[in-house]
Every structure is written in C-alpha cells, then in structure tokens.
C-alpha cells in the first residue's frame, strides 16, 4: 500500500517501523475510516472507487484547511474475494493527480472491507491555516464548485433516477478541493469548510463556531449538470439536493469582501453572507417544508 | 476520540476539519490496524486492552526510531455492544502515561471491532533517527527487555498455562519502550526495531536491511518472569517463546561498542554481536527442532 514513488519530502518509508518526513512549519492532520455496507456498497462501488472515495474524503479536510497535501498512510481490512491491487490502485490514481505519497499503511483481514486513511498536509505556520471559527459580520459566502451531484449519482446508481455517468462519477470520484484551498487560504479567507453532510448541516457549523448568521440564498446554490432532472425524478427540489446531499467534498468560504476577487479568481461563487449572532443559518428561496432547512425566508 | 487535553505542539484539534500541530525537523508516522477476532480476541480482551494495545503497537514503531511520540489519531469501527467509552479509556490510559495527545480521529459502525491507529512522532532531524539497515560489523546487539511475557501470557489468557497476572498484563497491555528508543538512539545505535513480530524473524531484518550477519545466543536472551513455568506447561523450551513468541514490543538495537555504556544505561541487554555478511542469523544454544531457528550452532 504504497506509492510507486516517494514524494520529495519521504526521507525513509519502505521497509522501515515508520515513515520519515520533512517537515514544514505546521502538520495538518486528519483521519477517516469508510466501511462497506455504511460508507459505500460494493457492486454499485468498485474495489478502485473504494480506494479513491477514501483518500478524497480524507483529502478534502485538507483543502479545507488550505493545507498544502503530503502523505497519505492508508489501512486495510480486506475482505474474503475483495481485489487489493484494485483498491490501492485507486487511491494511488487519486494521489498521483494531488501530489501526494502514500508513505504507509497497514493490510489486515477482517468480515468487512474497511479503509482507514490519515492524512498529512502542510503549511508554513498555525495562521497560513483556515479553520471553521473566523467568519466575520461583511464576509461573503461561497462555494467553491456545484453542489448535489454526489447525491444525484447515487440515485443514479442505485437505479432510482436516469442521469449521464458524469454524475456517478460524482459519486464514485470526488475530486478535494486542494488547489481551491491553497488559494483560499492565502486570499484570507477567515473561516473554511469541506461539504461533507451537505450545506444545510455544514453551514450550521461555520456558524456555531464564528457566532455569526449565515444569510444564504438558496436560489444561488451552483448544481451540478443532470442535478434538475434527477430531481425531477425524484420528485424533489434540486435545491434540496444541492442542500442536503452532502458528499460533493466542495469548500464552503467566508471571506472578507477586500479579498472578492482573489476567491472569484479561485473558483468560489457567491451564495449569501454573513450578519452578526445569533449563531444560525438562514435561507433566502429555500424549498418548503424540508426539516433540513431551518430558519428560511428571510 | 480525544485527549482530555492538548499537548503544547497542538494548535488547532476539537471542532475543526483537521488537527493542526508545530512541527519538528522531521514527522515520524506509523500506522497500525487491528481487527477482533485476528490481533485480539473481545472476551479474553476487554475494550480497554484493545484500545490501549492498538495504540501500544504503533506507538512501538516510534520507539523503534528513536522519536519523540507526538500525537495519535485514533480511527474505529464499533462493533454492537462494544464500549467506545471504554476503548478510549484504555487508549487515553496509554497516551497519558507516554505524554501523548490524540488530536483526532473517526468512529463509525460496522461488523467487527476495527482499530486503526496513526501517530506522529518528532525528531530535529532525518539523520536523529534510527533505521532498521544501519547495522555495522562489530556492533553489539541487545534488547531493551525480557522476552516471551506475550506469549506466554496469551497461554494463560488462553487457558493452556497457569501464570501470574503480570503475565497477562503483558500480552494486554504492552508498554511502547518510548524513552528506551530515544536514549539509543541519542547514544548512536546504528539500527533498531521494536519485537512485534518475534526475534527470530525481526532479527533477520536486520540482517537484511543491513547486510550483515547477526550472531545471537539464545541463552543470553532475558526472560520474563513466570516464562519458564508457562513454557514447562506447554511442554516447549522458554527461549523458545522468548525467540518466537512475538508481540514483546521491546526494542532490538545494534549498537557500536564506543556507546556500549550508554546503551546499558539505556537498558540494553546483550544478546550476540554483528559480523561481516551474508545476511543471516545464527544463533548459539538454540533448542533443536524449530523450523523458526534457522542457521544455528554457530
């Protein structure tokens, strides 16, 4: 479970008890463990989609953060007739396209197939980092990319919707935000997060943390292509799934209105802003009636 | 899954994408899974042993560095009915008692109880750490403590031996020989590695990753209290388990005889000597009869 090839920070990694690394000023660090049954279903997910999915969740922290991506180290529980090489072939697609090594792991056998993925970015010092908790009153929101595509693929994959492969792909090979992030970051963007749980949920986050309203305009909400008609579909609103799908692994930024341009620039597009306490998120043209979606129509 | 309080390198932890920790000269990283039912057994186990021996194995990579341990990032897969809040005291136990923070980590359901564990170490440098291939003719090659305790304390949890409970607490709960590591590595050992697999097979990779011969005598190898009596029961030699046996989590260190002082009052305790090629063990009053023995009789 390794790279084919060290990145120029690895001083030591094959065949030794740890890896060995050159730091920078700070590590940013996080970890994640996706399992099949919970995290993904293999048969609608590939042994490579596994591979890849977990790297990127894990991956997408990091941008978050606007942490420059190093090292990958990256566990298995591999279960009965499930394909290793599949699997780390995957993540090695992924971390070849991010710059990143994976520079350990370890390979066990379990009932389950599990990945346990941690991963090491880095930044010069702890203030070149973005965290949740610095949204001021002025900032703008945004995203950093269209929203419900995961959530719409899935549907596609499990055969409750037509939609074109793009959208699997959503799904299946979410791409983290590492560029985006980077950029972010040295744009000054006070407060930062990944979509993970979908925007509904994650703006609440930056919230709590800064004390701030988020003010938000559901009508803003990028989507992704084939989101309307899956929607359609389902007999939902694409707003909703743009909201509350979760899983599309974009940033979600607040950034001071001097640095507009420079998010513009990175790829970040306007859906609302942010207004003193109390910590809450309110939406302006959300769809009625969904229990996600608090404090609309303002 | 985290500390009762950060360590001073932590910056940022709780309620951000990602931990965020002041560097050193060079990151150490290992990582380790284990899965009931195949590194441990729940019933002979409680949660609390499999949390702390989970972080013991990794932490032991550390060691094996000679690095300073840093942070853990403490990844689970729950099981029904298994304690998390016990899991964690038993890991939180360890961490405390080694000055270790765990700055974050993921928890999620599934079939079997699955720990996977990262941790950092810190050293100021590449070159302060200790590899597995440093090994030179001359060197001196010691363990940092009794062998066979795991072993033979898995018998008695296991029902085939009588034994005191120190036995057992060294199978349940192993202790990552942290400052041991760091004080050879001050004293300028050449290669090291921490016994998880059983000496006969870790010293052969030091034998590899050297190029060297590694001359060993098993009667020198110290042995755990009770391990005689253990081995008496199963009707097998005590230098057999201490050989063999595995999980130990001692350090095995190949030292230049200009630091031999050191490295006793590091706690070394000599057990053969390294020799020009080919890579190879042989050993000096092995038993006869074990197909893991090779190259005997020297």
């Known amino acids: 479970m390794l790279s084919v090839r060290p990145g120029t920070r690895v001083v030591r990694w094959i065949g030794d008890d740890a890896a060995v690394v050159r730091a920078d000023?700070?590590?940013v660090v996080s970890t994640d463990v996706m399992v099949d049954g919970t995290h993904f279903r293999l048969g609608q997910a590939m042994p490579e989609d596994a591979g890849w999915r977990a790297l990127a969740g894990a991956l997408s922290d990091l941008a978050a953060m606007g942490a420059e991506a190093g090292e990958a180290y990256l566990s298995v529980v591999l279960a009965p007739g499930v394909d290793a090489l599949a699997l780390h072939r995957g993540a090695e697609a992924l971390a070849a396209e991010c710059g990143?090594?994976?520079?350990?792991?370890d390979l066990t056998r379990g009932p389950a197939l599990t990945l346990a993925v941690t991963v090491v970015g880095w930044a010069a010092a702890a203030d070149a980092v973005v965290g949740r908790d610095g949204a001021c009153p002025g900032d703008l929101v945004g995203v950093s990319g269209p929203l419900g595509g995961s959530a719409a693929g899935l549907a596609v994959l499990e055969g409750r919707a037509d939609g074109p492969p793009s959208l699997a792909l959503s799904y299946l090979r979410p791409r983290p935000r590492l560029a985006a992030?980077?950029?972010l970051a040295a744009a000054g963007a006070h407060a930062m997060l990944d979509l993970s749980d979908g925007l509904a949920s994650d703006a609440r986050?930056?919230?709590e943390a800064g004390g701030v309203t988020l003010r938000l305009d559901a009508a803003a909400l990028p989507l992704a292509d084939g989101v309307p008609a899956v929607a359609g579909a389902l007999g939902t609103d694409p707003?909703?799934?743009a909201a509350t799908g979760g899983e599309d692994y974009e940033l979600c930024a607040c950034v001071p209105q001097a640095a507009r341009a420079a998010a513009e620039a990175a790829g970040l597009r306007w859906i609302g802003e942010v207004a003193a306490g109390p910590a809450d998120v309110v939406w302006r043209n959300a769809p009625p009636g969904s229990a996600a979606w608090r404090g609309y129509e303002y």
Chains 1, 2 share one sequence.
């Not at 990143?100 to 792991?105: E, F, K, P, S």
């Open 25 to 27: 000023g700070v590590a």
């Open 181 to 183: 992030g980077r950029a």
């Open 239 to 241: 707003t909703e799934l």
């Open 205 to 207: 986050r930056l919230a």
């Open 100 to 105: 990143v090594t994976i520079a350990g792991g």
